[in-house]
């Protein structure tokens, strides 16, 4: 099992950045798909899910209304749109699969990313 995270870098605060995890080696569809992060001197916390089928997603509180996570089973893809971005979202992205329908605790993903780091100057 595979998952290559992508499209992390520098942005300015109150611009946008498109995450995107290329997902192998498992059946993409029957997994539920997590976006965490990690902040220097801090514990990962959970950003966003989905579940296999993409109908039900949940968001921390912290990014609701600005971020949005979204996945394409045609082509094992899961995505994390970041918008209106602040310094305190700075932190390594990572993406992580789960064999239930969705988890917002990173105990419950079996399958994680290498991360992508996400820099949000003020």
């Known amino acids: 099992v595979q998952l290559q995270a992508s499209g992390g870098g520098l942005e300015q605060a109150g611009g946008s950045l498109r995450l995107s995890c290329a997902v192998s080696?498992?059946?993409?569809?029957?997994?539920?798909m997590g976006w965490f992060r990690q902040a220097p001197g801090k514990e990962r916390e959970f950003v966003a899910a989905?579940?296999?089928?993409?109908?039900?997603?949940y968001y921390a509180d912290s990014v609701r209304g600005r971020f949005t996570i979204s996945r394409d089973n045609a082509k094992n893809l899961l995505y994390l749109q970041m918008n209106s971005l602040k310094p305190e979202d700075t932190a390594v992205y990572y993406c992580?699969?789960?064999?239930?329908?969705?988890?917002?605790?990173?105990?419950?993903?079996?399958?994680w990313g290498q991360g992508t780091q996400v820099t949000v100057s003020s």
């Open positions: 992580a699969a789960a064999r239930i329908p969705y988890a917002t605790t990173s105990k419950s993903y079996g399958y």
């Open positions: 989905i579940s296999g089928s993409g109908g039900n997603t």
């Open positions: 080696g498992l059946t993409f569809n029957t997994y539920g």
